[in-house]
């Protein structure tokens, strides 16, 4: 199956700092690629779907000048925490769409967040 | 609004035996898809099985199989044979036009040796 990676796999960082997340499609392009947060022991939600070349389609309630995402390229996208608070840290998963056929997703393994 | 609700918090079944996790939805759409995640310690999120809303047939993937009730919009998920390694959570998830994947609360499935 086709494979997303994310980079960093976890991050720790100071409250204030802004923190990058990459999320890549290996080995096919992803016109559309998605953003998840997960705390402990809950379930995905969705933050924004990020379309490459346009801006990104934002959930209701998360705020887009603290998430910001780039979708710069067909098989890159990122997500951007701006100046990090405790409450941010969290689990990021992103997934990327097949733009053919079943649409099929695939997710990334994640990005651990820690903000002291 | 579409919604989809997972009542199990946890399970547990002994090893070798059958579990049904169940999952039911909401929506107003005719075509959609359903699936249903498997998300082990790694958090890594790994595709059990998929249904396609249009199809009657029930989907199967080995120890995997589905019982779609389109008309209750009910989605349930059996496992047979249980092993060890299917221990994780599982997640029901919809998904219609948008592409975007709405996700249940889960449920966390334990083995018992």
């Known amino acids: 199956g086709a494979v997303v990676s994310q980079h960093p796999s976890w991050v720790i960082c100071k409250s204030g700092t802004s923190v990058k997340i990459e999320c890549r499609s290996l080995?096919?392009?992803?016109?559309?690629m998605f953003w998840y947060r997960q705390f402990p022991k809950q379930s995905l939600m969705l933050m924004a779907t990020?379309?490459?070349?346009?801006?990104?389609?934002?959930e209701q309630g998360v705020e887009k000048d603290k998430f910001l995402i780039n979708h710069a390229s067909l098989t890159l996208s990122t997500l951007t925490v701006t100046s990090a608070h405790p409450e941010d840290s969290s689990f990021y998963i992103c997934?990327?769409?097949?733009?053919?056929?079943?649409?099929?997703?695939?997710f990334g393994p994640g990005t651990r967040l820690t903000v002291l | 609004a579409q919604t989809v609700t997972q009542s199990q918090p946890e399970m547990s079944v002994q090893e070798a035996e059958t579990v049904t996790l169940s999952c039911t939805y909401d929506?107003?759409?005719?075509?959609?898809?359903l699936f249903w995640y498997k998300q082990p310690p790694s958090r890594q999120m790994i595709l059990v099985i998929r249904?396609?809303?249009?199809?009657?047939q029930n989907a199967t993937e080995n120890r995997f199989s589905v019982n779609f009730q389109k008309a209750a919009k009910s989605f349930s998920l059996k496992i047979s044979d249980s092993q060890l390694g299917d221990a994780a959570m599982y997640f029901c998830?919809?998904?219609?036009?948008?592409?975007?994947?709405?996700f249940g609360t889960g449920t966390r499935l334990k083995v018992l040796a």
């Open positions: 997934s990327a769409r097949i733009p053919s056929g079943s649409n099929e997703q695939f």
């Open positions: 080995d096919f392009q992803a016109t559309t």
């Open positions: 990020s379309n490459e070349g346009s801006k990104a389609t934002y």
């Open positions: 929506t107003s759409e005719s075509d959609y898809y």
């Open positions: 249904q396609e809303a249009y199809k009657q």
């Open positions: 998830a919809y998904r219609a036009g948008t592409y975007k994947y709405i």
